[in-house]
Every structure is written in structure tokens, then in C-alpha cells.
């Protein structure tokens, strides 16, 4: 759970007679379903409920779990017990077990084992994280770029960061914000080798597809399967995302309702009684 401050537009509830300032409820944050403490300010109709807007500060616990491209991002345990379907020449598949981590296939050092593999797909869909265009772009290039790690250094600043992960060297200046583990600790990276600091994380399967997204070359030594020309590359289903969406837990949406609701019912049912009570005094 990760607690968010807010500050947005609020409803408030003065109680008095003619005009008031009120302390009540209030809604704020996008969109208007938190509930926080409002501060109104209203004039008395009739029997004194005031109404006025005002803004209303507070705070809402949500879900860490975040969703992209409809997608939720969890942790590893999401998809442990997942496989990954690697294509290999010709239409025969083979299956590998999730164990194997599947930023390592495509890219091996020094040469490899595993010349016949030519492109990862994954059971799950996260293909489309990582859009058709750059898997095109890289799958495609007849020799990507190979870079020392003295030529990702100087890439170090916050509108010019390049990270290192497992042999993939990442332009990962346009993710910082996006990134749901905070801009900082890659920023903190930059430059460098980040591979350890993003395995011990213990990033999930899309978090892995997505690094294909903002490579823009290799680390010398290491080496990139061809890929085969033959498999047609599938267009990306989901428009690039821009912005990560915080998925609200429903539980504290519907409470906020009530939060909301409730002292109202019980306003309206304490002027009611006075207004029936009074009517039946001057009967
Ligand atoms: C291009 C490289 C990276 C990508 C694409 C990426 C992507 C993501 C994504 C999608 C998540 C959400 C959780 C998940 O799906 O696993 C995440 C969380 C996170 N990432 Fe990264 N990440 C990258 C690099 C790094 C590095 C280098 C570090 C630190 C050394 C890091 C630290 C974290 C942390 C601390 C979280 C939060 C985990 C949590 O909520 O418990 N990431 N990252």
C-alpha cells in the first residue's frame, strides 16, 4: 500500500444559521474520490445547511500494484510460475522456464549457445510492451551499435541517461519519470552497469520486455542473436503509453462514498425532526 497526498477540489458542510464558514468532508484528488477534510465556506438555506466549496486536503491509501498498457505491474511472484516461448528457425517452438532470465536470451556474451534462438516471445502478452517498431528497429539492424563502458559514462545526467543492463545499453532518459521504482535510483546509475541493481529488484517479466524499448546498442563483448527475417513481426496492439495510471482500490472508493453520504443522512435527518417538531408545536 502507498500512501498519496493530494489536494484538490472539495465539497465542505457548514452547519449554522444565515451564513457560515463550515468544516466538513470533503473530496479531492483526481479523480474526485478521495475523501479527505474539507474546509467550506456556505450561506444557510432555511433551516441552516450550508453547502460551499472549498479545497479539501487529505490522504489515500492505493494499491502499490500499478497498471500500464492495462496491464498490472506486480512483483516476480506475479509470473514465476510462467514460461517464455522462444521462436527458433522455422515455425518449431520451444518452451524455457521463467527461471532463465529472458533479458538474457536474445543477447549473449562473446558469442553463444544459443545461435539458433532468434527472438523472444512470451506467453504472456507482453510483447506489445516493448512496441513492434524498436523490437523491428533492433531485430532488423545488421549491426547494432557496441558501445565501451567508458563511452556509456558520460551519459550520466537526468537529460542524458544511459544504464547498462545485462549487456543492453539503455537510453533510458525519456522512462525516468515513468519509472514506477522512482527516477532516482536510475539516475543514480547512470553511466554505469546497472544489471545487478535491477536483478536484485527482482523486476517482473514486462519490466524485462521493456528494456528492449530504450536500447540503443550493446556493451563490447557482448552480442546480439540475429534475427530471423522470416517470422513477420506483429504490429504493436496498444498505442504507446504515456503515462502510468494508479489502479484506485475499489474498497476505499466505496468508503469514501459513505464516508460522504452518511453524515449528510444524519444532517438531514436531525434538521427534519426539528422542523417536524417544530410544525407540530405552532399545530
Ligand atoms: C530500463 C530499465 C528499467 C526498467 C524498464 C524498469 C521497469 C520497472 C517496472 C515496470 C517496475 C514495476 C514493477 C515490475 O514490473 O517489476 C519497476 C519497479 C522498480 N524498479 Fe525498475 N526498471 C528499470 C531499471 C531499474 C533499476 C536499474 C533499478 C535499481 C537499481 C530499478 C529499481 C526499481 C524499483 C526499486 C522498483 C519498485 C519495486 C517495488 O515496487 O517494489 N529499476 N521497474
Same mark, same amino acid.
Given at each position: 500500500?502507498?500512501?498519496?497526498?493530494?489536494? %484538490?477540489?472539495?465539497?465542505?458542510?457548514?452547519?449554522?444559521?444565515?451564513?457560515?464558514?463550515?468544516?466538513?468532508?470533503?473530496?479531492?484528488?483526481?479523480?474526485?474520490?478521495?475523501?479527505?477534510?474539507? #474546509?467550506?465556506?456556505?450561506?444557510?438555506?432555511?433551516?441552516?445547511?450550508?453547502?460551499?466549496?472549498?479545497? =479539501?486536503?487529505?490522504? &489515500?491509501?492505493? @494499491? +502499490?500494484?500499478?497498471?500500464?498498457? %492495462?496491464?498490472?505491474?506486480?512483483?516476480?511472484?506475479?509470473?514465476?510460475?510462467?514460461?517464455?516461448?522462444?521462436?527458433?528457425?522455422?515455425? !518449431?517452438?520451444? *518452451?524455457?522456464?521463467?527461471?532463465?532470465? /529472458? @533479458?538474457?536470451?536474445?543477447?549473449?556474451?562473446?558469442? @553463444? +549457445?544459443? !545461435?539458433?534462438?532468434?527472438?523472444?516471445?512470451?506467453?504472456?502478452?507482453?510483447?506489445?510492451?516493448?512496441?513492434? +517498431?524498436?523490437?523491428?528497429? *533492433?531485430?532488423?539492424? =545488421?549491426?547494432?551499435?557496441?558501445?565501451?563502458?567508458? $563511452?556509456?559514462?558520460?551519459?550520466?545526467?537526468?537529460?542524458?541517461?544511459?544504464?547498462?543492463?545485462?549487456?543492453?545499453?539503455?537510453? /533510458?532518459?525519456?522512462?525516468?519519470?515513468?519509472?514506477?521504482?522512482?527516477?532516482?535510483?536510475?539516475?543514480?546509475?547512470?553511466?554505469?552497469?546497472?544489471?545487478? %541493481?535491477?536483478?536484485?529488484?527482482?523486476?517482473?517479466?514486462?519490466? $524485462? +520486455?521493456?528494456?528492449?524499448?530504450? $536500447?540503443?546498442?550493446?556493451? !563490447?563483448?557482448?552480442?546480439? &542473436?540475429? =534475427?530471423?527475417?522470416? #517470422?513477420?513481426?506483429?504490429?504493436s496492439r496498444n498505442k504507446e503509453m504515456k503515462a502510468f495510471v494508479i489502479k484506485d482500490d475499489p474498497v476505499s472508493k466505496y468508503a469514501a462514498?459513505?464516508?460522504?453520504?452518511?453524515? *449528510?443522512?444524519?444532517?438531514?435527518?436531525?434538521?427534519?425532526?426539528?422542523?417536524?417538531?417544530?410544525?407540530?408545536?405552532?399545530?
Amino acid at each position: 500500500m502507498v500512501l498519496t497526498n493530494f489536494n %484538490g477540489a472539495g465539497v465542505g458542510f457548514g452547519f449554522g444559521i444565515g451564513c457560515g464558514f463550515g468544516i466538513g468532508w470533503g473530496f479531492g484528488g483526481t479523480p474526485l474520490n478521495v475523501l479527505g477534510l474539507g #474546509v467550506g465556506g456556505g450561506c444557510g438555506i432555511g433551516l441552516g445547511l450550508g453547502w460551499g466549496f472549498g479545497t =479539501a486536503f487529505g490522504s &489515500q491509501y492505493r @494499491s +502499490s500494484n500499478v497498471t500500464f498498457q %492495462g496491464i498490472e505491474f506486480g512483483h516476480k511472484e506475479h509470473d514465476n510460475n510462467s514460461e517464455i516461448k522462444v521462436l527458433q528457425k522455422g515455425t !518449431q517452438e520451444a *518452451l524455457l522456464p521463467r527461471s532463465k532470465n /529472458v @533479458s538474457s536470451y536474445p543477447i549473449t556474451r562473446g558469442g @553463444s +549457445s544459443l !545461435q539458433d534462438v532468434d527472438r523472444i516471445h512470451t506467453t504472456t502478452p507482453f510483447n506489445f510492451l516493448a512496441p513492434a +517498431s524498436s523490437a523491428l528497429k *533492433l531485430s532488423t539492424m =545488421a549491426e547494432p551499435r557496441v558501445f565501451t563502458l567508458a $563511452q556509456v559514462a558520460p551519459h550520466k545526467s537526468k537529460y542524458d541517461c544511459w544504464i547498462v543492463i545485462n549487456g543492453r545499453v539503455l537510453d /533510458v532518459t525519456k522512462f525516468l519519470e515513468e519509472h514506477p521504482g522512482g527516477e532516482e535510483v536510475l539516475i543514480e546509475l547512470a553511466g554505469k552497469d546497472a544489471t545487478k %541493481g535491477f536483478e536484485d529488484v527482482g523486476h517482473s517479466k514486462a519490466a $524485462q +520486455s521493456l528494456l528492449l524499448k530504450y $536500447q540503443v546498442g550493446v556493451l !563490447q563483448g557482448y552480442k546480439i &542473436q540475429d =534475427a530471423d527475417k522470416d #517470422v513477420p513481426l506483429k504490429e504493436s496492439r496498444n498505442k504507446e503509453m504515456k503515462a502510468f495510471v494508479i489502479k484506485d482500490d475499489p474498497v476505499s472508493k466505496y468508503a469514501a462514498i459513505l464516508d460522504f453520504f452518511v453524515p *449528510l443522512l444524519v444532517a438531514g435527518s436531525y434538521f427534519g425532526y426539528r422542523f417536524l417538531s417544530r410544525a407540530a408545536e405552532v399545530a
